[in-house]
Every structure is written in structure tokens, then in C-alpha cells.
């Protein structure tokens, strides 16, 4: 119940397509879902995030789309570009330990001129 | 501004050795730290946290351990590494961010136990 599942492991996108990834929950004490970026040789950064009271939120070419009752929430990239290619992490976090990031397993995002 | 420091960037280590990982934090006072380990297919997996001196939870049994000397210090050790503790250890700390709580990560340790 502490999972959160992400798909796909691995995505590749022609430049200035859509990368979508989509990460999916159970425990309904989640309440916090952020999305993180990870170059290689690098740790993970924040990206963009949500909390339930949104069904969306877009920054630039980023935007979380957040569905409640089917407990799913997604990344999309739109005009995607080679230096989005990255590993993508999305999380969760309970209302009640906002400090515990539970972390999906990760995309990795490869994007072609 | 807050910036954490994670040393050293690449380690490769005999089997039955010693480990000793550091984490040091600075511009901040009694932030709450987080170590994980990044296997390739696995994501990122919590193996401890500290919300201060001398506090440590642990998230999964193993051959590590964890230390909070200092307020702005997280030890990750391990008396004998075996194989399987090869991987990318990022050490983390986390704040607010407007009405967010975000980690922050360090730069990584890839371990290799040869």
C-alpha cells in the first residue's frame, strides 16, 4: 500500500513530441505528489507537483495531470527536447509523514533530435 | 542559500571491507536528512531517515547503518559491504517549498563492492 508504481521503465520521443509517464497509488493517505528530474551522475531535483484540490497543473512545458478517484497521476512533456532526456522519478507522500517521499521506480526518457 | 555536500563521488570497494559515506548540510539548522540507494529498475529506496541528533529510523533491514553525529551530519556506514551493496547512495535533505515539502538531493556515491 506504500507503492507507487511508474510506467514505462524506459520511453523514447522523436524532439517536439509528447513524453507522457504515469505513476499509479493505493494508499488514499497520500496526499502530495511531486515529480522529479535526474541527469546522469547527478541526484534528482525537483521538477513540478500537486496536491489533490487540482486535477492539473502546468509548468511550461511540464504538466501533472492528477486523477483521484482512479488514484493515478501523470507527467506530460509536450515539444519534448533532447536535454529533457533524463530519468524521471514520480512520489507521493502521506498527509500525516510529508517529510517520507515514497518514490516510483523511474523512467528513463530519451529523446531524439 | 542551502547546499549539501556528499562525498566521495566514486568508491570501489573489496568485499568484507569497511564503509563510511559522509553528508554534511549547510544553511540550515536541524533539517530532517534521508539516505537512498538507487539500483538500476529499482528507483529510489529509502533505507534511513533523521529528524535530528542521535535519531535514526531505519526503512529496510540490511548490512548498513546510519549515524547523526552532528545536527547537519549523516553517516552511512557498514562494518562488512557485501556484492549487493553496490549502487548509487544519495543522501538527502528535505524543506518547505511554498506549500511543498521537496527533498534535496546530493550529488551521489556510486559504490562498487568487487
Known amino acids: 500500500q506504500q507503492q507507487v508504481k511508474q510506467s514505462p521503465q524506459s520511453l523514447i520521443v522523436q524532439k517536439g513530441g509528447i513524453s507522457i509517464i504515469n505513476c499509479a497509488y493505493e494508499n488514499t493517505a497520500f496526499d502530495y505528489f511531486p515529480w522529479y528530474q535526474q541527469f546522469p551522475g547527478k541526484g534528482p531535483a525537483l521538477l513540478i507537483a500537486?496536491?489533490?484540490?487540482?486535477s492539473e497543473k502546468k509548468e511550461g512545458r511540464f504538466t501533472i495531470s492528477f486523477n483521484k478517484s482512479a488514484k493515478q497521476f501523470s507527467l506530460h512533456i509536450m515539444d519534448s527536447q533532447p536535454g529533457d532526456s533524463a530519468t524521471y522519478f514520480c512520489?507521493?507522500?502521506?498527509?500525516?509523514?510529508?517529510?517520507?517521499?515514497?518514490f516510483g521506480t523511474g523512467t528513463r526518457l530519451q529523446v531524439f533530435p | 542559500s542551502q547546499t549539501i555536500h556528499q562525498w566521495p563521488a566514486t568508491l570501489v570497494q573489496p568485499v568484507g571491507s569497511p564503509l563510511s559515506l559522509e553528508c554534511t548540510v549547510e544553511g540550515t539548522s536541524n533539517p530532517n536528512l534521508y539516505w537512498y540507494r538507487q539500483a538500476a529498475g529499482r528507483g529510489l529506496q529509502l533505507l534511513f531517515y533523521?529528524?535530528?541528533?542521535?535519531?535514526i529510523s531505519s526503512e529496510v533491514p540490511q548490512n548498513l547503518s546510519a549515524s547523526r553525529p552532528q545536527d547537519r551530519q549523516f553517516i552511512l556506514s557498514s562494518k562488512k559491504l557485501l556484492l549487493s551493496d553496490s549502487g548509487f547512495y544519495l543522501c538527502a535533505w528535505s524543506g518547505t517549498h511554498g506549500q511543498f515539502i521537496e527533498a534535496f538531493f546530493g550529488q551521489g556515491t556510486r559504490l562498487t563492492v568487487v
Open positions: 500537486i496536491r489533490p484540490d487540482v
Open positions: 533523521s529528524v535530528g541528533i542521535g535519531q
Open positions: 512520489a507521493a507522500s502521506p498527509y500525516y509523514n510529508t517529510d517520507k517521499l515514497i
